[in-house]
Each structure stands twice: as structure tokens, then as C-alpha cells.
């Protein structure tokens, strides 16, 4: 019994255990209301169903959560320009391919050049948004506010305002299937940049300086290590995922709509996060944690749809639920109930002890 309790705790005292908990909660709900959710057939030769949807369009907003936790972990603060960067990244990809028309059937460059020049303009961005940050000590918040203003208004400027048409099928495939393969191929960029960030910071000393730098930055700077280019490396890591991340996304749709890219995007990365059960505030993070978080929010979205409920209506149904998730997961809560539980505990060891003294008594005077 003791070694079950004990068993439990560290169950229950794990990290994951609440972000998991929450994922399916989430998805157990559609048992009662959606009764084919789990339900996954082929059509067309692609998987098919709603556990599939998840995992397909949590794609780009897994990606965003790997690069919003590394910089809230590193600067305490938030990017909220991801959705934008997002957005410039398409409109030049596409604005490369069709060779500056509104619409192509063919490629005008070649593909490779387009997708170069569309993530080494993220990583411009991500820089800056780093320089502001790190160096300029601008609070995040407000040093990424510039290019979440601007980002669209650029991305309009490099697409002359119109919507770039991208109909060729090897970029199409980049937001659908390759070939006769099953899987859709977003979830592979997920699986890839997830399998490529565990590594580079679980195998190599970044994971730790990121986290030491946003513990404490004073104290990292006296055992030698360089906060400011810390922080920028995890601003520029950021803006170059926002732009994988505005690739895939152009591909579902096979344009660059600067107006519609990403949209939104940003705050569910930050949710993501904060779901994953990392601190806003910076230091110590998960990244298993955020992914996990961010097919939540995928999995809410979906949920909620499934249940007929309008789109227009749906951020305030999900701000509900994700407002009781990050209750559940916050450290005062937790506390609470850990408290209540020692309590309860307590009253249960004491009541025993009083009856089993008053078995005593009556015993002896029996």
C-alpha cells in the first residue's frame, strides 16, 4: 500500500502528468459528444478523421511553441511576432516562385532559392526582435510589438498587396500529402524540428545555458557565460521556426495571404506554453511539455468545432477552458490542494488515534 501511494505521488508529482492529464481530458469529452471522434478511416489515400486533423493542423503551432518556449525561457518575456514573421516568410516564398505575378502554374525559381531567402528573412527578423531584446534590453513584449504591427504591412509591401497564388503540386505538397504517402506532411516538419530541438539542447550545453541565463542572468554572467548572445540565439532560433512554420502554412494554402497567415497564432503558442506547464516568467522549461500543450489548443479548436459550436464564438469557449486548465496547472493551486489533501490526512490520523484510545479505555475499564 505504501510503495502504491509513494508510486502515485511521483506519478502525479511528474512534470507531464498535468499537461497529459489535461490532453485527455480534452479529448475523453468527445466520447460523450462526438461518438466517431476516435474514428480514423483513409480517403483518398490520406488518413482521415478528427485525431488526425489534430495532429495535422497542430503542425505549424508546435513548431511556434518550440521557439516561444526556448525564448521564454532564456528572456522571461514573449514574442508575439511569430504570426507575422509567419506571414513575411510566406509572401517571400511565394513572391520568389510565381517571379513577382499574381498567380503561377509553374515554378518561375527555382524552390529551393525561395525557401532559403524565406527563412534567412526570418532569421533577420528573429535578429532583430534578438537585438532589441538582448541587447537593447527592450521589454520582449514590447520590442516584438514593432514587427507584430509591421510584419503584415511588409508582407503586403512584398506582395503588392495581392494574394500570391502558388499552384504548383510539389508546393502544394508541402501543406498536404507527398505522393501516395498516408501522412500528411506537416506532421512530419512537426516530427522533425521537435526530434532536431530535443537533441540540440538535451545533447549539447544550450538546454542548460538557456535555462541558467533565465534563472538567474547575473549569476550566469559571473561563471562566463554570455546572457546577451544566449537571448539573441534564442530570438533568432524563434524567427527562423516562425518561418518553417509560414512555409507549411502557405503550402496548405498554396498562397501567401498576408492578412490571413499565422493569425492569431502567436497567442496560442504562448498558451501552449503556459499549458505545457512552463513558467511565463522564464528559467527552467519543457519542451515535451509546450508540444504536448500546443496539440491542447489543437485539440480544444477541434473539439469545439466538432460540436458545432460557431467559429466566431470559438476564442471565447476556448479562453474559458484554457482559463480552468491554467488554474489546474498553476503552483498555488497545486499548492492548495496539496495543503488540503495534508489536512485531511491529518484529521483521518487523529480521528483513528481518538477512537482507537477510546477502545483502550473501555477496555481497561471493562
Not at 301 to 310: D, F, S, Y
Request: proline letters at 3%; a positive charge; hydrophobic letters at 50%.
Amino acid at each position: 500500500m505504501l510503495n502504491q501511494n509513494s508510486t502515485l505521488k511521483k506519478i502525479t508529482s511528474h512534470k507531464l502528468f498535468m499537461p497529459i492529464l489535461c490532453l485527455c481530458v480534452v479529448l475523453l469529452v468527445n466520447i460523450l459528444w462526438t461518438p466517431n471522434f476516435f474514428k480514423i478511416t483513409i480517403k483518398n489515400g490520406v488518413l482521415y478523421g478528427y485525431i488526425i486533423d489534430i495532429i495535422n493542423r497542430a503542425s505549424e503551432l508546435v513548431i511556434l511553441a518550440i521557439g516561444m518556449t526556448l525564448v521564454t525561457a532564456s528572456s522571461g518575456g514573449q514574442d508575439i511576432s511569430v504570426g507575422a514573421v509567419m506571414a513575411v516568410a510566406a509572401a517571400v516564398c511565394c513572391q520568389i516562385l510565381s517571379g513577382g505575378a499574381t498567380s503561377t502554374n509553374s515554378f518561375q525559381n527555382p524552390l529551393i532559392l525561395a525557401v532559403l531567402a524565406a527563412l534567412i528573412v526570418s532569421v533577420i527578423c528573429g535578429a532583430f526582435n534578438g537585438v532589441l531584446v538582448a541587447k537593447l534590453h527592450i521589454q520582449p513584449m514590447v520590442a516584438t510589438l514593432i514587427l507584430f504591427t509591421a510584419g503584415r504591412g511588409i508582407a503586403q509591401l512584398i506582395t503588392n498587396g495581392q494574394i500570391t497564388y502558388v499552384r504548383v503540386g510539389v508546393y502544394k505538397a508541402i501543406g498536404s500529402h507527398i505522393g501516395s504517402c498516408p501522412i500528411p506532411t506537416p506532421i512530419f516538419f512537426a516530427i522533425i524540428t521537435v526530434i532536431i530541438a530535443y537533441l540540440v539542447l538535451n545533447k549539447t550545453a544550450l538546454g542548460l545555458y538557456v535555462e541558467s541565463v533565465g534563472v538567474n542572468g547575473s549569476a550566469s554572467r559571473l561563471v562566463g557565460l554570455n546572457s546577451t548572445k544566449i537571448k539573441f540565439l534564442t530570438y533568432v532560433i524563434c524567427g527562423l521556426l516562425a518561418g518553417i512554420a509560414g512555409i507549411v502554412n502557405s503550402g496548405r494554402i498554396y498562397s501567401a495571404d498576408a492578412n490571413n497567415i499565422g493569425l492569431n497564432l502567436e497567442m496560442d503558442a504562448i498558451l501552449a506554453v503556459a499549458l505545457g506547464g512552463n513558467l511565463l516568467s522564464g528559467g527552467k522549461f519543457s519542451l515535451i511539455g509546450s508540444v504536448i500543450g500546443a496539440y491542447t489548443i489543437q485539440a480544444l479548436t477541434t473539439t469545439l468545432l466538432a460540436m458545432k459550436v460557431p467559429s466566431d464564438q470559438l476564442p471565447v469557449y476556448k479562453a474559458i477552458v484554457v482559463i480552468i486548465i491554467v488554474i489546474l496547472q498553476s503552483p498555488v493551486f497545486r499548492k492548495y490542494m496539496t495543503a488540503r489533501k495534508k489536512k485531511k490526512l491529518q484529521n483521518k490520523t487523529t480521528t483513528t488515534k481518538a477512537v482507537k484510545n477510546k477502545e483502550m479505555i473501555e477496555g481497561e475499564q471493562v
